[in-house]
């Protein structure tokens, strides 16, 4: 380190080549943990996301899902648990820090090309991609786990796995791959286009910083929740079986549809509670992350 004329310490270029690394390393260690802190809602409200999860590959009623639930027993209630937990802590550590990598590459080599607000929407595209490819497996295990009629057949996770692995890609592990990317991608792009400029809107109603990041993602996240529920409810029947006649992705949707009547009220049934614990699990994320992001900037 040098003193300048000015009497401000000036940086060597090894030293700015650390610094640079440390803020990368510390954008991934702020999406861990600010996403570890919110699977506690998460862990909470499982047993209501899964009896959801039931909706939608059976078409049922709330009263009919928690009656298959109380019938399968406690046991039984939390199976599939695992792989959300593990997956969301995961996910958070390379949304967040592939999402501030990308959005620094970018923001080097697109200076002229793309508009300077648009790089965070971008750069959250990519990292959607990234993430369903790293993800796809996990929430095929989950939701294998969490349809009762693979009980008997598979019951346990080391049944699963072997069964997977014995299939082909795109119908064992990455079954309904093309579904999630689409959602992942375009869901990362939406929330971090707009979790800045919403947060910058609530601030200006006179909210501390903390409270106005909370806000902000909570909004987001129920905005890309509604718009992409569908998409959710393709893959959870994509994948919550395995092996039998198995149908595109066109096929699939066509199949869903008519089972649903052709009714967006039967589509988004349970959507209300799906969207409610995502806006509680990204609320606090990004309270979380926008605060160690400060504190460490």
Known sequence: MTISMTGRPEQTPDEEHRRYSVVHLQSYLHGGTSSLLSTIPTLVVFPVYKTVFRQQIHNSTVHRAVGQLYKEGPVKLYRGVVPPLLMRTLNGTLLFGLQDTLLRQTSLTSQTVIPTSALPALAGFGAGLVEA????????????????????????????????????????????????????????????????????????????????????????????SLALYPLSVLVANMQAHVGGETKGVMACWRMLWESWQQSVALLYRGASLVILRSCITWGITTAIYDRQQKHSG
């Open 133 to 224: 490819v790293v993800f796809t497996p996990f929430e095929r295990v989950q939701n294998v786990l969490q349809n009762g009629q693979n009980d008997h057949q598979l019951p346990t996770l080391r049944s699963i796995l072997v069964r997977l692995r014995s299939q082909r890609l795109a119908l064992g592990y990455y079954r309904a791959f093309m579904p999630i990317a689409a959602r992942n991608a375009l869901g990362s792009s939406l929330y971090f286009g707009l979790k800045g400029p919403a947060c910058s809107a609530v601030a200006g109603q006179g909210l501390p910083p903390v409270a106005s990041s909370f806000v902000s993602g909570t909004l987001t996240s129920m905005a890309i």
